[in-house]
C-alpha cells in the first residue's frame, strides 16, 4: 500500500469580520463596506421584510442590484427555495466575485447563507439581521442551513460572512411576539456563559430597554457568541455546542408544531427547551432546586412560554434521535452546571430525558 498525503499551507483567507451595531446603519452600508470589491450585488430577502427595508437598502446599492423575495418563515426554509434563490442568482448572472446581502429574520439568514455557500462553490455575503433573534445569535458565527425531512437545520455548511449590520430601526417594526421570542436567545447565552450578564438582561421587561441598553445588549451577546464560534467555528471540539443549551428539545417541538395550527417561534420553543434541560441539569446534579427556580422566573417575567400542551413525550423523543449533536446513536446534551455556566456532550438516561419533557408538558 502506499499513502500520498495532500498538506495544505495554513490558511490564507481573512476569516475575521466586523459587526457593526447601531441605528440607521443599512443607509450607510456603502461606507460601512467597499462595495466597489464585487462584480455584482444580490439581494435575499422575504416578502414581509421587501416591504418594510429593501427600499432603503437598495437605494444604497448599485443601481442594477437584482433581488429575490421568498415567502416568510420557517415553513420556506426547505430546499424548494433554496433552488428558486439559487435560479434567481443564475438569471442575474452573478459571478464568483459577486457578493449577496441576507436582508431578514435568522429564516433568511440561514437559508440565503447556504444558498450563498453553495453557488459556485461559495460567493461573499454580508449579513442584515432585522430580528433581535438573528441580530444576537443567528447571524454570527457562519452556520447556514435549511430544514429537511421534518428535521431542522440538518441540511447545511458553515461559512463566515464578510460581515454584519445590526440596524436597530428594524427592531421598530417586528411584532412583539418576534422580539419577546428572540429575547430567550439573549437570556440562554447568560445563563450558559455569564451569569452577571444574566442578571442584567433579566432585570427588565425585554420591551423596556432603551435602545443604547439594547445596543449593549446585542453587543454582549455577540461577545458571548463569538467566544464559542472563535474557539470551535466548525464545532470540532465541541465546546461551541453549549451554544445549542436548551435547543436539543426545543428544536424538536419547534418542527413538531411547525406541522399544526399552532407554529411555534425559534425562541419560543427555545425557552421551552430551556426548562426541559434545566430540569435535566437539575436530575443529573448539576443545577440545583434555587437556580432551576430563577430560570423558570426569569422566563416567565420575560413573557417567554413554560409549558406547551397538544405534544407528546415519544414525539419528541423521535425527533431527538435525530438531532446533529448526536454520535454513535447517543443523544449528547449541553447542560447548566449552574447559571453561567455548561457543559456538552452529556449523555443522559432516557428516563431522565422524559422528566425533563415532563417538566413543559401542561
Ligand atoms: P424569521 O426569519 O422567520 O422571522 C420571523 C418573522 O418576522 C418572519 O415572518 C419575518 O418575515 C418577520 N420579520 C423579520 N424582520 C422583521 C422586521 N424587522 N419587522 C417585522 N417583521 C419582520 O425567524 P427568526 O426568529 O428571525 O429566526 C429563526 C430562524 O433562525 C430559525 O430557522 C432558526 O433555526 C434560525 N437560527 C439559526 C441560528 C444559527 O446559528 N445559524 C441561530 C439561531 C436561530
Ligand atoms: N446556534 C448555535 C451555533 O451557532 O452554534
Redesign the pocket.
Known amino acids: 500500500m502506499k499513502e500520498l498525503k495532500i498538506t495544505f499551507p495554513p490558511s490564507t483567507k481573512n476569516r475575521d469580520y466586523p459587526i457593526y451595531i447601531g441605528i440607521n446603519l443599512i443607509e450607510k452600508i456603502a461606507s460601512l463596506f467597499d462595495l466597489t470589491q464585487y462584480s455584482k450585488v444580490f439581494v435575499i430577502t422575504d416578502t414581509t421584510v421587501e416591504k418594510l427595508f429593501l427600499k432603503k437598502l437598495l437605494k444604497n446599492l448599485p443601481e442594477q442590484t437584482k433581488y429575490i423575495a421568498v415567502p416568510p418563515g420557517e415553513k420556506a426554509k426547505h430546499v424548494e427555495s433554496v433552488m428558486k434563490i439559487w435560479t434567481a442568482m443564475h438569471d442575474a448572472g452573478l459571478d464568483r466575485k459577486s457578493l449577496v446581502l441576507n436582508l431578514g429574520g435568522g429564516v433568511i439568514g440561514d437559508m440565503g447563507a447556504f444558498a450563498t455557500s453553495t453557488y459556485m462553490r461559495g460567493l461573499a455575503f454580508i449579513n442584515i439581521p432585522t430580528t433581535l433573534l438573528a441580530q444576537v445569535?443567528?447571524s454570527v458565527?457562519g452556520?447556514t442551513g435549511v430544514d429537511f425531512a421534518g428535521i431542522k437545520n440538518i441540511i447545511g455548511t458553515f461559512d463566515q460572512p464578510d460581515g454584519v449590520i445590526i440596524d436597530l430601526q428594524t427592531l421598530k417594526t417586528l411584532p412583539k411576539r418576534a422580539f419577546l421570542a428572540s429575547f430567550v436567545e439573549i437570556i440562554k447565552h447568560g445563563m450558559i456563559h455569564d451569569k452577571h450578564y444574566f442578571e442584567k438582561v433579566t432585570s427588565k421587561y425585554p420591551t423596556d430597554f432603551t435602545d443604547e441598553e439594547l445596543i449593549a445588549i446585542i453587543y454582549g451577546s455577540c461577545e458571548i457568541?463569538a467566544h464559542?464560534?472563535q474557539n470551535d467555528e466548525l464545532?470540532e471540539s465541541g465546546i461551541?455546542k453549549i451554544?445549542?443549551f436548551g435547543?436539543t428539545i426545543g428544536h424538536a417541538i419547534e418542527a413538531i408544531k411547525l406541522e399544526t395550527e399552532e407554529p411555534l417561534l425559534h425562541g419560543e420553543a427555545v425557552s421551552l427547551g430551556i426548562i426541559a434541560e434545566s430540569e435535566i441539569s437539575k436530575q443529573m446534579g448539576l443545577l440545583s432546586s434555587e437556580e432551576m427556580a430563577v430560570i423558570k422566573l426569569a422566563l416567565q417575567k420575560a413573557d417567554a412560554p413554560i409549558t406547551v400542551t397538544n405534544i407528546a413525550v415519544d414525539a419528541i423523543f423521535k425527533k431527538i434521535k435525530s438531532d446533529k449533536k448526536n454520535t454513535f446513536n447517543k443523544i449528547n446534551f449541553s447542560l447548566l452546571q449552574g447559571i453561567g455556566n455548561a457543559v456538552y456532550n452529556q449523555q443522559v438516561p432516557e428516563e431522565i430525558i422524559s422528566n425533563g419533557i415532563k417538566a413543559i408538558l401542561k
Open positions: 445569535d443567528e458565527g452556520k457568541k464559542y464560534v464545532e461551541r451554544l445549542n435547543h
